[in-house]
């Protein structure tokens, strides 16, 4: 019986790769090396290589399908696409549209360093009008990272001077465990 094991959210999984009851796909160099005999695709083999360029494009479309791919690959456990999400950050430093679809897409590369970038943008920005969407979808990332990644940065934030009062409310809120909504309460 073939099978691969592939660590999808942090942990091993084994997918058994021989059909039951499905026709087998022939294998033979015409195949991509990360597609299964039983037709699935190992996102563990998927090369990333090619999505680069279109992270990298003018047009919106083909940046969202790839941060979209970079994400379901970081989630299964490929690092490097968690990496070059990170770097996305400081490449897109200045376009909160981008920022945000990036963001978004390292939810799911949860890891101090992501933790510790996604906070940095917390400080980097002020709460305004022309950044609360982008920083709203930094906080709705951040909470979903385990708490001892993020609790410390968000306690430095609630009592941090520089943050305006209504953002310290939400960051102390989220330390004390609240749930939280959109900050619109006066920033």
Not at 56 to 66: D, L, P
Not at 101 to 120: I, K, M, N
Not at 126 to 146: E, G, I
Not at 159 to 172: C, E, G, H, W
């Amino acid at each position: 019986m073939a099978g691969f094991t592939s660590p999808v959210g942090g942990g091993a999984a084994t997918l058994d790769a021989t059909p039951t009851n499905r026709k087998e796909l022939p294998m033979s160099s015409d195949y991509p090396s990360w597609l299964t005999p039983d037709g699935k695709i190992d996102m563990t083999r998927v090369p990333f290589d090619a999505f680069i360029s279109q992270a990298v494009s003018s047009e919106v479309k083909e940046f969202i399908s790839a941060c979209h791919l970079l994400e379901s690959l970081a989630s299964c456990g490929r690092a490097e696409a968690g990496v070059f999400l990170l770097g996305l950050l400081s490449f897109y430093r200045d376009d909160l549209d981008r920022l945000e679809q990036v963001v978004e897409a390292l939810r799911s590369f949860r890891c101090p360093e992501s933790a510790q970038a996604l906070l940095g943008e917390l400080h980097r920005f002020k709460w305004s009008n022309t950044t609360r969407r982008y920083l709203n979808a930094v906080v709705k990332a951040l909470v979903r990272f385990p708490p001892p990644l993020v609790l410390e940065g968000f306690s430095a934030l609630a009592s941090d001077p520089n943050q305006s009062p209504p953002a310290r409310r939400r960051y102390r809120a989220i330390v004390d465990g609240l749930s939280f909504g959109p900050l619109d309460d006066g920033v």
